[in-house]
């Protein structure tokens, strides 16, 4: 099938003091009504990958090398108006904050509206008709209502309801969400995690999701990715990744999801990411992996691992790792 988002290479800096790596050879595939997942500390880069995908890098930022094509088409080869166009249509968002993401001086009803009116021009009816078919779907009990109200007169989970509706005005064919439970309860957030279920069954709409949580991405997901320090250092179909996670920063993650056995221990991962100024050489994870050795301080290779993908000098046959799997 071909995919509907590929990414090739991707690397990104920022210019802030000097040049910060922030994606270093990242390569990722959306096939069209999948589900992906982007896992990671804060700091991995995804909300770099989140914004590069969209073009909405900030001022200060830079893609060096890489390709990004979307339905078929090489996004850093437009223009800005032809990107905008393709924003909302083809490829639509939903960030972690969603009252700081709404325009706080309209009401829910313009900001529908004008979403609505760039990509699909309609009479005035069939827009307010629209609008309020879009927040039905999306969970919102009382539509009429809420198209009255400002951002400030809703709460987190509402905000999160409308962001949603927002994003998927113009029918896209992916979704990409970044965190877009972060900031809501439990109960919250699993409603959310519904209604992102219910789109995608419903339109056969493509997401990638960026999460730091695992146990979301288990319940969503078909594929996942593991970011570290700006890179993809795992990648696996969600089963496999959660039966047999490879590289050692996977399994660390796996072993701090707080377990319900009695007595069970709560287990971090020691140190933190390496700051984009002063990454270590070779692999970024050595100074918090069990099994670093000398080799580790080159760096790893991306090699295939059954039907997974790992970027470490254990799964790779010329690396010469004492530990090195068979």
Do not use: W
């Amino acid at each position: 099938m071909t995919a509907l988002l590929r990414v090739e290479g991707l690397e990104v800096v920022y210019h802030a003091g000097g040049r910060l790596p922030a994606l270093r050879e990242v390569d990722l595939e959306v096939a069209p009504g999948e589900v992906v997942g982007v896992v990671g500390e804060s700091g991995c880069g995804k909300s770099t990958l989140a914004q590069s995908l969209l073009g909405l890098l900030p001022a200060n930022a830079e893609v060096t090398a890489g390709r990004i094509e979307l339905a078929g088409r090489d996004l850093l080869a437009l223009g800005e108006e032809e990107r905008r166009r393709l924003r909302g249509a083809v490829a639509s968002a939903v960030f972690q904050d969603p009252v700081a993401s709404l325009n706080p001086v309209l009401t829910v009803r313009t900001q529908l509206r004008d979403v609505q009116r760039a990509h699909r021009p309609l009479p005035r009816q069939q827009l307010e008709q629209r609008a309020v078919e879009l927040l039905a779907q999306v969970g919102i009990a009382d539509p009429e209502r809420v198209l009255g109200r400002y951002p400030h007169q809703l709460s987190g989970g509402m905000c999160q309801r409308v962001m949603i509706a927002l994003a998927i005005a113009a029918s896209p064919q992916l979704l990409i969400a970044d965190e877009p439970t972060s900031a809501l309860d439990v109960t919250i957030a699993a409603q959310i995690v519904e209604v992102l279920r219910q789109q995608r069954e419903e339109r056969g709409m493509a997401i990638l999701l960026i999460s730091h949580d695992l146990g979301l991405v288990a319940q969503l997901c078909e594929r996942v990715l593991i970011m570290y320090a700006g890179q993809v250092v795992e990648e696996a179909g969600v089963e496999e990744l959660f039966a047999r996670p490879r590289h050692p920063y996977t399994q660390a993650l796996l072993a701090a999801i707080p377990s319900l056995r009695p007595h069970a221990g709560l287990r971090g991962i020691p140190g933190r990411v390496p700051s984009l100024s002063a990454l270590p050489p070779g692999c970024s994870f050595a100074d918090r992996c069990p099994h670093a050795v000398p080799v580790c301080r080159r760096p790893a290779r991306a090699v295939k691992v059954a039907s997974a993908r790992v970027r470490c000098h254990l799964y790779d046959p010329e690396a010469g790792h004492p530990g090195a799997h068979g």
